[in-house]
């Protein structure tokens, strides 16, 4: 795996020494390979957080301490109690105990893990109430082939180290949001994940691929967001940041990107921001067929240390789309010591400050842009084993 690493960092910086690269990446290279950090892994800020919680069967909770960026307040079921999901079946009204849905419509917070690997079909699409974290390590988790996750009207929830794939829009219909809720739904539009009028979220090390609409929509005035560690694939329209070019509440909207890995078979949206603020920092673009990041209506984007890999098709070289056909040139779009490889280029526009402005909790550095092949390997859900670090 070491000798892997070493030659994709090495034709990544044979490829970057360019016009395009905004700092002597050989140089800095060279120097980490001779004089490597001591006693540091090559993990990420999350994963290193992760990895030094040896103990993490006996205390999952201490995972919510690990959250970076403009999710950082996200705890989840942090100061809840322990729920085991032992049962993959689904009733969208009447839950039984031990199924994912009774325990994620619950008032109090719940901090929920998984009994054994397991294929979870939702019968609607499954409303997650406020102070809930869906934690697969230790498991296999998919949920598939039915209506997903919808985070509505809530805050601090965690998703961690599960896969979702394959999702289809919800029925129109009755299901539970809470132990004394039943409401009338009409219908989910087929997201992996939607977040919709919610804070404090953290979705973290998950796999998504293959669902009828986005894979992760951020609509209706959501904030305090990160989106980190997850493996995206063979999708068209990734991650929609914003309802649509009306919605001016969208304004409030701050969302942290962070550590991704973009892989093959995806489009666009990666993601599509519209009024907010997108920091997007040191993920891996393996691939593009429309664009990488795109918007209308003004928003503010940062993209910071990333690998962008642009495909073969010279019609789709830009990595930017802006949904306007003037007064783009004032949006702030900036690109800080991204790396570009087979001709990837991003159009930046705008003037002043850029920056996330995150608070002392919410900070972390960027590593440099060479270093993202390293620290997105592990993105997506972890084989964790009881007694080993994960």
Not at 97 to 111: D, F, H, N, S, V
Not at 204 to 224: K, N, Q, V
Not at 289 to 311: R, W
Not at 325 to 354: E, H, I, L
Request: proline share 4%; charged share 15%; hydrophobic share 35%.
């Amino acid at each position: 795996m070491a000798t892997l690493t070493f030659l994709l960092v090495s034709s990544i910086l044979l490829t970057f020494v360019n016009a395009y690269s905004t700092y002597n990446t050989t140089q800095i290279f060279s120097n980490y390979i001779h004089n490597p950090p001591k006693n540091k892994p090559f993990l990420n800020t999350i994963d290193s957080c992760r990895r030094a919680q040896t103990n993490w069967a006996s205390n999952p909770h201490a995972l919510a301490d690990c959250a970076i960026g403009f999710g950082q307040g996200a705890i989840g079921g942090k100061h809840g109690n322990l729920y085991i999901v032992t049962d993959p079946s689904d009733d969208a009204v009447n839950p039984a105990k031990g199924t994912l849905r009774y325990g994620a419509i619950q008032m109090e917070p719940l901090w929920i893990m998984f009994e054994k690997d397991m294929v979870i079909r939702l019968e609607n699409e499954l409303i997650v109430n406020s102070y809930k974290t869906i934690d697969g390590r230790g498991a296999k988790v998919e949920i598939s082939n039915g209506p997903c996750i919808t985070i509505q009207g809530v805050s601090n929830v965690i998703i961690h180290g599960i896969s979702i794939h394959d999702c289809q829009p919800g029925t129109v219909g009755l299901v539970r949001s809470s132990p004394d809720h039943v409401g009338h739904r009409r219908g989910s539009d087929g997201d992996a994940i939607s977040i919709f009028s919610s804070s404090n979220i953290w979705v973290d090390h998950c796999f998504f691929a293959r669902s009828a609409d986005g894979l992760i929509d951020i609509i209706h005035a959501s904030t305090s967001i990160t989106i980190s560690n997850n493996y995206f694939t063979q999708h068209d329209k990734v991650m929609l940041l914003g309802h649509n070019d009306e919605y001016t509440a969208d304004k409030i909207m701050k969302v942290t990107i962070a550590f991704n890995r973009f892989a093959s078979g995806l489009t666009e949206r990666m993601p599509r921001v519209r009024f907010g603020y997108a920091h997007v920092v040191n993920n891996q673009y393996d691939e593009w067929k429309m664009y990488a990041i795109g918007g209308s209506s003004n928003p503010t984007i940062l993209s910071e240390g990333n690998v962008y890999i642009a495909p073969n098709n010279d019609n789709a070289k830009q990595i930017t789309k802006r949904e306007a056909k003037q007064n783009w040139k004032n949006w702030k779009w900036r690109s800080s010591k991204d790396v570009f490889v087979n001709g990837a280029y991003f159009v930046p526009s705008g003037y002043g400050n850029c920056a996330p402005n995150y608070s002392n909790t919410q900070s972390f550095s960027a590593v440099r842009a060479y270093m993202v092949p390293t620290i997105t390997l592990n993105a997506g859900p972890l084989s964790c084993v009881v007694g080993r670090a994960c």
